[in-house]
């Protein structure tokens, strides 16, 4: 069954290789539409964390939350980052200010 015949009330069959392609493919499209649609979100690596010296002090770069596991902040020089490990912050792209979410 391909992406496009898939409604969400029939499960993917996840005990063929098939199935699995298609959930993994429909797991990409809907972040990449998640992504498109959203307010975009930077991280900024905190100095208390080990990851600290991986980016320029104070240098934001493009993130997105993910709910899989501890490492949920997705994006950075890193891969993937615990929200302990990053400040989030939000951009008012008119002004230029930011807010920070956590």
């Avoid at 898939?6 to 992504?35: S, V």
Wanted: net charge neutral.
């Amino acid at each position: 069954m391909s992406i496009e015949e898939h409604t969400y009330d029939e499960p993917f069959d996840m005990t063929t290789p098939e199935g699995r392609e298609a959930a993994f493919a429909d797991e990409a499209r809907r972040a990449k539409t998640a992504l498109a649609n959203c307010t975009p979100l930077y991280g900024e690596i905190k100095k208390s964390s080990k990851y600290y010296g991986q980016t320029k002090p104070g240098a934001l770069f493009p993130v997105w939350i993910s709910c899989h596991g501890e490492y949920a902040v997705q994006g950075g020089p890193g891969g993937q980052y615990r929200l302990k490990d990053v400040w989030i912050w939000a951009l008012d792209g008119e002004s230029k200010l930011k807010t920070r979410l956590n």
